[in-house]
Structure formats: C-alpha cells, structure tokens
C-alpha cells in the first residue's frame, strides 16, 4: 500500500475535489486520479511508492474431518518417490548393462531412465502448484493462511538449514525449498549399514543430520487420523525431508551489479565431466533474448571449468568475452546484414490486443504501433502479436521505449522504407539505402551484452 497516511489522503481527496475539471468525471475516474495524486505525493515527500511491513501472525490449519486437501497432496508425492526409486533403478541396471557390454539391455535402460525421471518431475511441478493455488482467489481450497504457514515454515526450515552448514562448510545459495553449499572434501558423505538378513541400507549423512533436526523442530505430535469406527488416533507426523544432489564439480554464481542486492536464482552447476547439471535465471533459456548474449553465454559456460587458478580461468573467459566485444566495438562491419539481424533482433509476444494497453509504453507497444502504421491497423487487431525489433539511436534524448524499430520496415521497397524510417527516425536527411550499423544504438547493445 501507499505510504502516505489517512489525513493526507484526506488532503489530496479534498484538494482533488476542489478542482473544477474532477466534478465531470465518474466515479471511476476520480478514484484513478485520486490514486495517481496519491502515488506523485508519496514519490516526492517519503521517496517510494510502496510500504511494506511484515507481520508474524498465528493460524491453525485443521482439516482432521475433511482432510482431502493433504490427502491428495500426500497420494501425489507418494507417486512421485514411486518414479524416483524405479529411476533409481534403471541407474543401476543402466550402469550393469554398460559394464557387461548389453547394447540392447543400455538402449532400454536408457529410455526408461528418461521416462522415470520426467514423471517424477511432473509430479514434482503439481505439487508445487498446490501451494500457490491455495493462494489463488477462487479456488477451491483458497486459504491464506495455509499458504502462510506453508512459507513461514519453509523459510525457518531452511534458514536452519543454513546456520547448520555455516558451522561445516559454506552455503552457496538459498532457494525457499534448497540450499546448494560447499562441504569439506574429508566431511562425511554416504554410509552404509549391514543388515542382518543380508543386504546393505545406505544413508547420505547430510541428508540424516538436517532431517534429524527437522525432525525435531517440527514435528507434528498430534496428528489424528479417523479410523473406519469413527475414533480418531493420535500419532507424531512429519513428511518434511530433504533429499541431497551431488556432489558437483563446481557452481559458478555471478556477482551482483548493485551493492547490497543480492541475486536469486541464477546460477549454473556442472558436473564432473563438465556437462551442464542444472541452469537457472540466464538469458540462455529465455524466448525472445537476443541471440547474441544466448549464443555468448553458451559458449562461456564451460569456459569457468578451464585453468588450473582463478586467473587462468578468468583468462579463458575472457578470450570468448573479447570476440563478442570485437563485434560490437567494430559495429559488426564484418557480419553480413543477415547475420547482424538475427544476432541483435529482440522478439516480444503481446498477450493483449494493442488497443488494450492503452497509453503505457514500452518496446513492444512501440514496434506494434509502428507496424500498424506500415502494415495497416488490421494487423495488430489480434492478440498475441509476435514483436521483432531493433533499438535505433534516433531520436535523440527518447527512451528506449521510444526508439524501438520493426525488422520488418528493412524488408520494405527502399521509398517505402526511407518515408517510414525518416518519420520514426525524425531525421528529414536519411537516405534510402542507409546501412543498418549506422541506426544501430551501439550502446544499448554493448549495456546490454555488459549486464549479463
């Protein structure tokens, strides 16, 4: 909500209706002027537009006669470690089918491998849409309250978790449902208990030690189930555990642009042979980023594995880092047109109809406007709009909102092309066979390859 207090909303309502133009509009619209008044006045005297405050508040969740909620949470994460022991499973007879040399028996195992562990993960991404659906106005099992227990506990879960692994190694990053961290290479890793009937039961020591403490701090000691005469009996429920990946051979996290800001899912881990284990928040995986930093940061990636020190590994990143500059400082005089556009072309897809957005601004409303004055407002009706533009340095002192071009505007007959560009452009001296490097806004490009 606002910062600004009750009495200076009072203020700025009163001085809102005051005002001769205020009395003809709707109610509609004097509460949107009131909230832009409202939000210029908290921008100038507290400097932000948002307060928040966090309230540690108390909330029981009982679902002991209806328990269909945790029920069908529990059937589905049931499911899933059924998936994940059969993946466990094709591991082993994958690796005994390599090793007796059965090209069919690996072949089988191998798709099975992939089958198991892609049902695992789909149950994994529905269980995790449970707890945002409870958020969910309208749903069905919508409780705010759930969902907040549901987070407070996670969060001290893993801040636990946290203080644990700073008393024996170094946590890395935090994630509300894992942490990565670094442990000594001499600390304790997996064991394994002889049975007495025969067989091994192997345990991961990290993994036992924090759900011992979970265990501990957040058991449920009197969870009751209803038997089939109506009694309920009362037993200690805990089905919180954590579950170890790794070792790795490294985990390469970027440093933050911002002082005292700290990034959040984005990291890339490797595993021993070097191949990529698991990739989060890079511009790689995003639809519509420039090819140019997709193409850089896959190259890049395995550079941090090179090099015997930290300077020897920079060293290696930094040779593919200067090609890239190369091309950029030199304005890619070497690239064909083709090349340059499918390098620097931004692709941005509009989920509403270009009249819906009314007044707001931004590269895709810029390109989308622009083409319905090219192509025509028949175009543009629909939603969905695929974007592709580039960002031109003209006009001069506009915003990068402002300056977005359509690729399509170069595919144009060279008249066509010169009135539109000069009008988008507002330079009355363009020439029609202008190159493209020289409307390019260099350095947007280079900012934008230097933040990644």
């Keep these: 909500y606002f910062p600004a207090k009750r009495g200076e909303v009072a203020m700025l309502r009163g001085q809102l209706g005051a005002g001769a133009a205020s009395e003809k509009g709707s109610a509609a619209d004097q509460a949107a002027a009131l909230r832009r008044r409202v939000a210029d006045y908290s921008r ?72 198991y562990d892609s049902l695992q993960l789909a149950h994994k991404c529905i269980l995790n849409s449970f707890y945002g659906y409870v958020m969910r106005k309208g749903a069905r099992w919508h409780s705010l309250e759930m969902a907040g227990v549901v987070c407070l506990t996670g969060s001290r879960i893993i801040q636990m978790a946290r ?19 670094a442990l000594p290479r001499t600390f304790p890793e997996n064991y394994a ?76 881990v490797f595993n021993d042979d070097g191949s990529l284990a698991e990739l989060k928040g890079f511009e ?47 304005r890619a005089r070497g690239l064909p047109d083709g090349e340059l556009f499918d390098l620097i072309t931004e692709n941005r897809s ?20 622009r083409l319905a004055e090219f192509l025509g407002d028949q175009m543009v009706r629909d939603r969905g709009l695929a974007c592709k533009f580039v960002v031109s340095r003209q006009p001069a002192g506009q915003p990068v909102s402002e300056r977005a071009v359509p690729v399509a505007i170069f595919s144009a007959e060279p008249a066509t092309r010169r009135r539109f560009l000069r009008r988008w452009l507002r330079d009355n001296q363009l020439a029609g066979d202008v190159d493209i490097r020289d409307i390019l806004d260099w350095d947007y490009y280079l900012e934008r390859f230097g933040s990644v």
């Design 284 to 330: 790689v995986k995003r639809r519509g980023e420039l090819k140019l930093i997709k193409i850089f940061q896959s190259q890049i990636f395995g550079e941090f594995l090179h090099g015997g020190t930290l300077a020897e590994c920079y060293a290696a990143v930094a040779r593919v880092a200067d090609q890239w500059l190369d091309i950029l400082f030199s």
């Design 193 to 268: 208990f002889k049975l007495r009937k025969g067989g091994k039961f192997a345990i991961s020591y990290p993994c036992t030690m924090l759900n011992h403490l979970v265990f501990d701090a957040f058991t449920n000691h009197q969870y009751q189930d209803r038997g089939a005469d109506g009694a309920y009996s009362v037993r200690s429920e805990n089905s919180i555990f954590f579950e170890v990946d790794g070792p790795y051979r490294a985990m390469v996290l970027p440093a933050s642009k911002d002082a005292d800001r700290l990034l959040k899912k984005r990291y890339a």
């Design 44 to 115: 100038k005297v507290y400097h932000r537009l948002r307060e928040v405050r966090v309230e540690e508040r108390e909330a029981v969740v009982c679902q002991r006669e209806h328990p269909f909620y945790i029920d069908t949470v529990r059937s589905f994460r049931d499911r899933r470690y059924v998936y994940k022991g059969l993946h466990k499973d094709q591991k082993r007879a994958l690796d005994a089918a390599v090793a007796a040399g059965d090209a069919a028996g690996a072949a089988t195992s191998r798709k099975l491998v992939v089958l």
């Design 163 to 181: 203080q644990r692994v700073e008393q024996l190694g170094r946590p890395l990053e935090l994630d509300t449902d894992g942490i990565w961290c």
């Design 350 to 369: 509009m989920s509403k109809s270009l009249a819906e957005y009314g007044a707001q601004k931004s590269t895709s409303i810029c390109t989308a406007r």
